[in-house]
Each structure stands twice: as C-alpha cells, then as structure tokens.
C-alpha cells in the first residue's frame, strides 16, 4: 500500500487470515470483504523519480477532478471507493475505459486485471534482462502477480503518458513464482477475489519500490520473466510501477480526496471527487489545514489513542475500516460491535512534532452490515500493528496527499493534510 515503497507494508496483515479480503488489503467479514491498500513488502527506502520542483508551482487550468464513488461493487464490498480510468496504447487513440478501479492514497501506481482490458487493446510489455518484467504486489490480504507493461493513463483532463502500469493475471506470464505466491494470504488474481478491477494507487510517492528495487533484486518484488520461468531482478526507477498523478504535466504535486459526510446509519451510496494538485488550481486550494508530515521512507505518522501509541500510521482511502488494536472494544470475529456507538478521540502527530485531535465513532458492525448501506463512518475493526485511518474517516473531509519531494503551498510532501 509505496519513497516509493509499497508504503504501507505491513497494513493489515492480519487480514491475510481471514476469508474474501478484497482489493489490496483492508479486512472482511461476511457479505462485506475489504478493500485494497498497498503491497506489503520489505520497505526499501527511496527518493523516487519526482522532478526538480521548481520555486514557485506552475498554475494550470487544466481539468482536474475526476469523479469517485462508493456504491455496490463487484463483491459487495463496504466502503470501497471507486472511479473509472481511460488506459490508452501509448501515443495512439486506442484506449478502453474501464470501471470499478478502487482509489487508494495507500499505495502507488495503477493495476488492472488483464481481464478488465478489451482483446482489441494492446499494451507493450517492458522488457528485464532477456525476458519480460512482472511483478509480485503483495498486499495484507493476498498478493497480485502480473506483467509490467507501457501505457498513456488518462483521467479527467489530465494524461500521463509511456508510464509502466501492472497487469494482474496476465495469461502470457509464467504462474506467480513460489516465494510470491507463498507470502501469505489469498492470490488477488479475479473480480472476486480483488473485489474490483484494479487498483489506482495515488500515494505519497511516484514509484511504488524506488531505489531499493533500482539497486537490488529483491524479493517479492521485481522479476524477469521467460518461458522456462521467473527469477528476482532490479528494477530502475523508469521501469517502476508509476503513481500516474506524478506523471501529469501539471496537478502533479498530490491529490485531494473531498468527500460528504453521511449518517450515523450509513449511506446507500456516496458521490466525492479526486481532484487533482494541490494548491495548483482554485479548487485544490490549502487553507486552514492540518498538515501532518509524514516519514519520508514509509509514509508513516503516529497515532495516540486510549492510552496507547501507534507509531505505524496512515491514511488510507484503500482500507475500508478504522484498523487498530484495542481492548475496550468488544470483537464479533474481526470487526468492533459495542452494544452502543462508541466515541473516541485520538491525537495524529507528524514527524515534526505537528499534531491534530480528531473524534471517530465505533459502530456495532453486524448493524451496519444487517443493512443495505455501503458507506460507513463508523465501522472499524482489529488490527495487530499500527493505525489505520482507513475510508471512514475521509468522509466529510477533504483530505489531501502530498507527493514525496513536489513542491506543494504547505512545503514539500510527502505529507497528509485535512
């Protein structure tokens, strides 16, 4: 879920246990899987392939909000935020546009299932060493291996052009090599085991590896790919899979996810935006905000709740609960269900010291998920590691990502701010 790292590698990981986990990460429950968020990986540090921001943001006037929902999706999924890309051939007109691709701020880059793509569109693989790169994204709920090819990425008024792109389950691959297939977790391979049709990773980095996977071949990451098999190779940052908002000519700096509040019972759908840049256009403007730096290797802030610390924190658009460990809350399996609705406060602390105090509620979960509703607030669940503001908080919010080293009105990212 990626200086560019798979930012968040260790999300969720108790999710790999549980049945019908959806997307990269997140959590389920029955009749209601969660939804994605980053690969989990070794975290290589990175200083990614941002540009050299110049002094002042260039100003654009380009379109750059590009519609989001969340509704029913394929699995049913609670809480997933959705959008549709238009992915072209690079440089051509040849382009399908395809529906249901989760957004998520925890990790980078864009993965489609190959089944998703028309036969008609055909996108050029990029090669590594004397075969075809792949690569093993390993999320907190299984693992998606595919190919890496080449691709003009489209949303909204904005393209980014020739960026390497995932595609999942592609039928030309070798089968996920062993050490990829056996890190844990189901293999997110179909529309209902990834509850969706890909996922468009626009975190806090521009790369999902960096130099980690530029200068050695590392594990359940990159691969060369042949006939006979795959082996571990090294990436260059190029050939990366690409955040594809740090590829557009301008707005290229972050990304503002504007949400409406909803009810305490929930909402049957919710419409939002994905705007693009911040501080680029009159509506990515940042004003009276909390900005929360975040670690520049992993993207992480900390959270203090209930007496406890989690130094492992993030907001995560891809996780489709509050995620965190807590013994004031009763279990019903893997979800919190308090008789009554609980409220909390917790503090969010950046790297340098800046803190925001916010409120949550705790829902009882098997209400929530009695009903027809698919967005939530209030439904939260367990976690053994760390923090996850996962979709509920980001409704009734603006909540902005920050890319690591572009220049942004509060300072370089990367960052979170709300």
Not at 248 to 257: A, E, M, Q, R, S
Not at 282 to 296: E, P
Not at 358 to 382: C, E, K, M, W
């Amino acid at each position: 879920m990626k200086s560019a790292l798979r930012f968040h590698a260790l999300l969720m990981i108790v999710c790999a246990a549980l049945v019908g986990c959806g997307g990269g990460g997140g959590s389920s429950s029955s009749g209601s899987s969660g939804s994605g968020s980053t690969p989990s990986a070794s975290a290589p540090t990175s200083s990614a392939t941002a540009p050299t921001p110049s002094a002042n943001m260039p100003q654009s006037t380009t379109p750059n909000v590009q519609p989001v929902t969340v509704g029913v999706s394929p699995g049913n999924t609670r809480n997933m935020l959705t959008t549709s890309v238009t992915v072209c051939q690079a440089g051509t007109g040849n382009c399908a546009t395809i529906d249901d691709i989760q957004v998520d701020t925890g990790s980078n880059g864009l993965r489609i299932l190959a089944s998703a793509l028309p036969t008609t569109l055909s996108l050029p693989t990029i090669a590594a060493g004397s075969g075809v790169s792949a690569e093993c994204a390993v999320f907190g709920s299984g693992y998606a291996w595919g190919s890496i090819h080449t691709a003009d990425v489209r949303m909204a008024g904005q393209q980014a052009s020739s960026i390497p792109i995932q595609l999942i389950a592609d039928s030309a691959l070798p089968g996920a090599p062993a050490d990829c297939a056996n890190s844990g977790g189901a293999s997110l391979l179909t529309v209902s085991s990834l509850h969706a049709n890909g996922i468009l990773g626009v975190g806090l980095f521009p790369v999902d590896c960096g130099n980690g996977c530029a200068n050695s071949a590392l594990p359940r990451w990159y691969y060369s790919c042949t006939t006979s098999g795959c082996s571990p190779t090294a990436q260059p940052l190029a050939q990366q899979v690409t955040n594809p908002v740090s590829s557009f000519p301008l707005d290229n700096n972050g990304v503002v996810i504007d949400l409406p509040a909803v009810a305490d019972a929930g909402a049957a759908s919710v419409s939002g935006s994905l705007i693009f840049g911040i501080g680029t256009q009159s509506n990515n403007t940042l004003t009276g905000t909390n900005v929360l730096r975040a670690n520049s290797a992993t993207g992480y802030v900390t959270t203090n709740t209930g007496g406890l610390t989690y130094a492992v924190s993030y907001l995560d658009s891809g996780s489709n609960g509050l995620f965190f460990h807590s013994t004031q809350f009763p279990l019903c399996g893997f979800w919190y269900c308090p008789t009554s609705t609980q409220s909390a406060s917790a503090s969010i602390t950046g790297i340098d010291g800046v803190s925001s105090t916010v409120s949550f509620d705790i829902a009882n979960s098997n209400t929530l998920f009695s009903s027809s509703n698919n967005a939530f607030d209030n439904l939260a669940g367990n976690s053994s590691l760390g923090f996850g503001w996962g979709l509920p908080f980001f409704y009734g919010k603006r909540i902005y990502t920050a890319i690591a080293t572009r220049n942004t009105s509060a300072g370089q990212g990367p960052y979170y701010a709300f």
